[in-house]
Nanobody, 123 residues
């Protein structure tokens, strides 16, 4: 069983930055972030493979968001720059122990989810 604890959400003006953190209690192969805005489906944001550090990003955040990991702390980060009002959502950390890259951007792949942290970007 893996427990995920997120932190770092908040309110920021458009163009600003936030960094989300997610600490995992157990070993994982993949960790990622999804987000869900009111009335919308949960969507993929970014993912990272623990071994090797390969990363994946949604087109909507490429060049603005960066996912990274700290092996010693078993923690993944999402650095969000140049934030836009449309980035407003609840952001969820997720993880699984599968080694395959198949379906990295699909929410159905992941076994473990954090409680979510609100990110609000004002215009």
């Amino acid at each position: 069983q893996v427990q995920l604890v997120e932190s770092g959400g908040g309110l920021v003006q458009a163009g600003g930055s936030l960094r989300l953190s997610c600490a995992a209690s157990g070993g994982t192969f993949f960790m990622g972030w999804f987000r869900q805005a009111p009335g919308k489906e949960r969507e993929f944001v970014a993912a990272i493979r623990w071994s090797g550090g390969n990363t994946w990003y949604a087109d909507s955040v490429k060049g603005r968001f960066t996912i990274s990991r700290d092996n010693a702390k078993n923690t993944v980060y999402l650095q969000m720059n140049s934030l836009k009002p449309e980035d407003t959502a609840v952001y969820y950390c997720t993880a699984d122990r599968g080694g395959s890259t198949f379906g990295v951007q699909s929410k159905w792949r992941y076994d473990y989810w954090g409680q979510g942290t609100q990110v609000t970007v004002s215009s």
